[in-house]
């Protein structure tokens, strides 16, 4: 099965961000043969900012993308980036930049598709 999963907010502020990636976890963990993708838009794509320095005892989001990279893929909002101030150098290993298009061409083929 395919899944996409597109996520909107800053990682810290709100828990929306942490409850996705703990779901996506889960999901990975539940069923070997998903194909999770995960697009970050909007302010989301400071959840794949490298180097994030989270006091002790608080989750960190990069950490949280870990598990995501070695089973799926994690995708940024090119404009999103660029309206940041955000570059390609930035992100976590193994997450990149990517244009509206290709999450336009994902959304149609996957099977199931989450916003948070």
């Known amino acids: ?31 070997e043969e998903l194909e999770l993708s995960v697009f970050l838009l909007g302010d989301a794509v400071t959840c794949a900012k490298s180097g994030q320095n989270t006091p002790k005892g608080y989750y960190s989001v990069e950490r949280m993308l870990t598990p ?3 089973k799926g893929m994690v995708l940024c909002c090119e404009t999103c ?8 150098e930035e992100l976590v290993s193994g997450c990149r930049r990517a244009k509206l298009g290709e999450l336009g061409v994902m959304t149609l083929d996957a099977d199931k598709v989450l916003t948070f």
């Open 1 to 31: 099965m395919k899944m996409l999963m597109i996520i909107n907010d800053a990682p810290y502020g709100n828990e929306r961000v942490y409850n996705a990636l703990r779901l996506a976890d889960v999901l990975l963990k539940m069923e």
């Open 68 to 70: 995501i990279l070695r």
């Open 81 to 88: 980036m660029e309206a940041r101030g955000m570059k390609e």
